[in-house]
């Protein structure tokens, strides 16, 4: 069997002229972007704005309708394992009866031949990725068992041992406790400083104004991309929320992590 190319280097993506949709609809119009290698982005807006169709589609689970997305300069799908996607937890079926060991392994499953066994490095890696979220003494527990900040544990160190070079979130902090989330947090300022390059959609436009470097503010298409002072503008959000959450929540946004300059 020929052994797959793995690329070392840390992974940048580039989306043009994007379009993403299914049944029939379009969710995602006219996408134009770049992510270096590296970079720590949140995903923002309202619901229904694309975020998760646009995760599915970096991983091959949905087709480009038109345009491109290139990781490592190739078509997505070229390198597998390169990029890890967790998905919301209303995603997984938590009543499949699996340890929370297999279902961490599956993250080497892609590093695998088809007819492999994980051999004593992926029980390794895997072992320790449990220990990394905290979680070890859960191993041969059944996904059935676990509370909902578990289960988010554990398909993290999924996420972990699948050793990526992208790492998608989507919405990893909507009911779990704050010990999970700061976990969560920590976990990925550690691999975002291996290089790892970091997308996470939430709804917490301060956590995404005061925990990442760069915002990508999506409706449907890319309202704004930069740095949180010049994402969360009033145009921008109004843009992306509408006037009535613009008023609830954009101006004390606004404030905390744009405020304005003094003069003198």
Known sequence: ?????????????????????YNGKTIL??????????????????????????????????PLQAGTALI?????????G??????????FDAGFPVSVLDVVLMGRYSRMGWLDFPGKSDLELAHSSLQEMGIADLAQ?????????????VFLARAL???PHILLL???FNGVDMSTQETTLQLLEKMNAQGITIMV???????????????????????????????????????????????????????????PAVEG
């Not at 020929?2 to 993403?20: C, D, G, N």
């Not at 390169?82 to 995603?91: D, N």
């Not at 527990?141 to 544990?153: A, E, P, T, V």
């Open 141 to 153: 527990r059944s996904l059935r068992d676990l509370s909902g900040g578990q289960l988010q544990r």
């Open 170 to 172: 989507d919405e990893p």
């Open 72 to 80: 490592h300069c190739q078509p997505i799908g070229a390198f597998q």
């Open 29 to 62: 119009h006219d996408l134009t972007f770049t992510v270096h290698e590296g970079s720590m982005i949140a995903i923002v807006g309202p619901n229904g704005a694309g975020k998760s169709t646009l995760f599915k589609a970096l991983v091959g689970l949905l």
């Open 82 to 91: 390169c990029v890890a996607y967790v998905p919301q937890r209303a995603e």
């Open 201 to 259: 959609s939430t709804h917490d436009l301060n956590m995404a104004a005061s925990k990442f470097e760069q915002v990508l503010l999506l409706n449907g298409r890319v309202i704004a991309f930069g740095s949180p002072q010049d994402v969360f503008t009033p145009h921008h959000l109004r843009q992306a929320f509408g006037e009535q959450m613009f008023l609830m929540n954009g101006a004390a946004l606004i404030d905390e992590c744009c405020p």
């Open 1 to 21: 069997m020929k052994e797959k190319f793995i690329p070392t280097e840390p992974a940048h993506l580039t989306l043009e002229h994007v379009q993403v949709g």
């Open 161 to 163: 041992a699948q050793q």
